[in-house]
């Protein structure tokens, strides 16, 4: 899987490199929202994972951004959100964003190993159907 961490923090940005190298991941990071965009925009990925809390463009911002965007492959690509707040209220407005997952800090490595592995899982499925669909050719 192809993901980009995106955090303002270079330390959640390392720490979530070591947690996902372990799973053989192609990683990729972006300090804020903007860069993140544009990284989106530039290289195919399979997942984004980004702190709600960052300066620029916030990461509930990037999912209503990726969520508008005129490409069918931004629009669908899961964006898992980082926070340290509980909120239900701040989860309410990601989840309306479109964000996929949300993630808590401080990140236990097990957690987002299990998420990350779940998106991974749901992609090879939604890839194997549109495969087996479109040997099918029209009804």
């Given at each position: 899987?192809?993901?980009?961490?995106?955090?303002?923090?270079?330390?959640?940005?390392?720490?979530?490199?070591?947690?996902?190298?372990?799973?053989?991941?192609?990683?990729?990071?972006?300090?804020?929202?903007?860069?993140?965009?544009?990284?989106?925009?530039?290289?195919?990925?399979?997942?984004?994972?980004?702190?709600?809390?960052?300066?620029?463009?916030?990461?509930?911002?990037?999912?209503?951004?990726?969520?508008?965007?005129?490409?069918?492959?931004?629009?669908?690509?899961?964006?898992?959100?980082?926070?340290?707040?509980?909120?239900?209220?701040?989860?309410?407005?990601?989840?309306?964003?479109?964000?996929?997952?949300?993630?808590?800090?401080?990140?236990?490595?097990?957690?987002?190993?299990?998420?990350?592995?779940?998106?991974?899982?749901?992609?090879a499925l939604d890839?194997?159907?549109?495969?087996?669909?479109?040997?099918?050719?029209?009804?």
């Open positions: 899987m192809k993901i980009l961490i995106v955090d303002d923090s270079p330390t959640t940005r390392s720490f979530l490199k070591v947690i996902l190298n372990l799973e053989s991941m192609d990683l990729l990071e972006a300090e804020n929202g903007e860069r993140a965009l544009l990284i989106a925009q530039l290289v195919t990925l399979d997942l984004v994972i980004a702190d709600v809390n960052m300066p620029r463009l916030d990461g509930i911002g990037l999912v209503q951004k990726l969520r508008a965007s005129p490409e069918s492959r931004l629009r669908r690509l899961p964006v898992v959100l980082l926070t340290a707040d509980r909120s239900e209220e701040l989860q309410r407005r990601g989840l309306e964003a479109g964000a996929t997952a949300f993630a808590r800090k401080p990140i236990l490595p097990a957690e987002l190993s299990a998420i990350v592995k779940g998106i991974g899982k749901r992609l890839e194997s159907l549109s495969r087996t669909s479109g040997r099918r050719g029209p009804a």
